[in-house]
T-cell receptor
Framework: DAGVIQSPRHEVTEMGQEVTLRCKPI?????LFWYRQTMMRGLELLIY????????DSGMPEDRFSAKMPNASFSTLKIQPSEPRDSAVYFC?????????????FGAGSRLTVL | AQSVTQLGSHVSVSEGALVLLRCNYS??????LFWYVQYPNQGLQLLLK??????LVKGINGFEAEFKKSETSFHLTKPSAHMSDAAEYFC??????????FGAGTRLTVKP
């Protein structure tokens, strides 16, 4: 398996533009997580899905952020309109539920810079 | 609410010295605990996990962690640091609803 695949790896955009980050989880995994990492706030959970259904989106900063998972092999995180404070590395991770302990497998991340 | 606290945002050791990265958890029930490592410009990778099977957990790259209920701790250790261990390390706890919460991270620097 190629692991969790995220695209783009780097994105530079101007304030006000729409940004779409993409994630392909590991085949067969039933959980998908979106995290944001910044120097100031560390690693924050934004939202996670179970079997394509959003379970907890309490970490989504505001209405400018939205996430979808139309099928088991694809998820998007959209920011519209983007702001400079959204600059961060966004990680997608997936896991397979196993009684005992889930292990998250992370993608390489998407580094977003909003000018 | 379950959470983890990592003591020390930055730890510096000499090559060959003991590595000790501290993590304390707060949980009203036996937790599932993890250590992840992040190398520069990469995603997080699992080092080891505690699932109540054994209190001393061995992970990859010579790391291990000991679950101590009396101290609510899950510190990460390695007897002899290597230059390649330089990275950021995250302690994490799995919540009852299956999501994962991470500590703030500890950046490990290894001096030659």
């Amino acid at each position: 398996d190629a692991g969790v695949i995220q695209s783009p790896r780097h994105e530079v955009t101007e304030m006000g533009q729409e940004v779409t980050l993409r994630c392909k989880p590991i085949s067969g995994h039933d959980y998908l997580f979106w995290y944001r990492q910044t120097m100031m706030r560390g690693l924050e959970l934004l939202i996670y899905f179970n079997n394509n259904v959003p379970i907890d989106d309490s970490g989504m900063p505001e209405d400018r952020f939205s996430a979808k998972m139309p099928n088991a092999s694809f998820s998007t995180l959209k920011i519209q309109p983007s702001e400079p404070r959204d600059s961060a590395v966004y990680f997608c991770a997936s896991s397979l539920f196993v009684p005992g302990a889930n292990v998250l497998t992370f993608g390489a991340g998407s580094r977003l810079t909003v000018l | 609410a379950q959470s983890v606290t990592q003591l020390g945002s930055h730890v510096s050791v000499s090559e060959g010295a003991l590595v000790l990265l501290r993590c304390n958890y707060s949980s009203s029930v036996p937790p599932y605990l993890f250590w992840y490592v992040q190398y520069p410009n990469q995603g997080l990778q699992l080092l080891l996990k505690y699932t109540s099977a054994a209190t001393l957990v061995k992970g990859i790259n010579g790391f291990e962690a000991e679950f101590k209920k009396s101290e609510t701790s899950f510190h990460l250790t390695k007897p002899s640091a290597h230059m390649s261990d330089a990275a950021e390390y995250f302690c994490a706890v799995r919540l009852n609803n299956n999501d994962m919460r991470f500590g703030a991270g500890t950046r490990l620097t290894v001096k030659p």
